[in-house]
């Protein structure tokens, strides 16, 4: 019984109460991701039930992103096609687009592979507006953002070498 109770309250390394092994990973011992919280498990289990994701518009884009990442966690794809789904309906109905700071909180916190990321440019290649880039963007978006951005555009124009057509270059400069 000493003994049982010294073990109890020492301050060893915890143990499996299987097989009394030390964790693989002790300097990780909570499985709590920083950036998750309350609302995107909320959605998740919401979305669980009902097979519906509903967002408030205010933050829409940061909360997904939020979901985005629970998903991934989990491992759940039909769950991350449900948030591209919602995420291309919003701005098709509403024309209202990832702001700069929407897509570098979404930069910071995905992969370069993420699917969602590939989903955003692509909307912001084919609706995206001149003036989203004006004075100071290099500074607001995320470099990573307009290589991603340069890419596709390279490839919706057929990636690869184009003839040029001297008369319409020099007449769109008006060089003679």
Known sequence: MNRRQAANNSE???????????WLNTDNRSCIRPELDGESFSLYSGWLYSQRISVDQCGIYKVLRKAWTLGRIVKDTKYLNAIINVSL??????NCFPSDESILDLYINT???CIIRKVVVDVYIRRGRVSWFGKGASTRYPLEFFKDIAIATL?????GPQ?????ALKARYNVT
């Open 89 to 94: 309906e919003f701005m098709s109905d509403t």
């Open 12 to 22: 060893s390394e915890p143990t499996c109460p299987l097989c009394r092994a030390e």
């Open 111 to 113: 992969t370069p592979d």
């Open 163 to 167: 003839p040029l057509d001297i008369a």
């Open 155 to 159: 490839e919706a124009g057929g990636g």
